[in-house]
Nanobody, 124 residues
Framework: DVQLQASGGGLVRPGGSLTLSCTTS????????YGWFRQAPGKDREGIAC????????VYANSVKGRFTISRDSIKNTVYLKLSSLKVEDTAVYFC?????????????????WGKGTQLTVSS
């Protein structure tokens, strides 16, 4: 049973940092690429970071480049998203998703496994 579960969200002050985790199970972790998406109230889901399992190459959306870092741990079968220099506009539900190998994309329809999201609120 394919499972992905995002966790680690919460309430953070502007300028703060947080790390989200995406634990996975039920499939071969290293056979897939991964992405993080977010969805703010009233807005479309936005792809923000993705990582390749073959070479750990990464791609970031311009909105988070230089502030967020995606990584993966093959021992723990977990994908991470480290968020720093947080802004109020980063407030959203954050989702992790599984993509086929060799796919690095922010097109959500190409991802074949999704976890439940975790809420991040950035507020003073």
């Amino acid at each position: 049973d394919v499972q992905l579960q995002a966790s680690g969200g919460g309430l953070v002050r502007p300028g703060g940092s947080l790390t989200l985790s995406c634990t996975t199970s039920g499939f071969a972790f290293d056979s897939h690429n991964y992405g993080w998406f977010r969805q703010a109230p009233g807005k479309d889901r936005e792809g923000i970071a993705c990582i390749s399992s073959s070479d750990d190459s990464t791609v970031y959306a311009n909105s988070v480049k230089g502030r967020f870092t995606i990584s993966r741990d093959s021992i723990k079968n977990t994908v991470y998203l480290k968020l720093s220099s947080l802004k109020v506009e980063d407030t959203a539900v954050y989702f992790c998703a599984r993509a086929p190998a060799r796919l690095l994309s922010f097109q959500a329809y190409l991802y074949d496994g999704w976890g439940k999201g975790t809420q991040l609120t950035v507020s003073s």
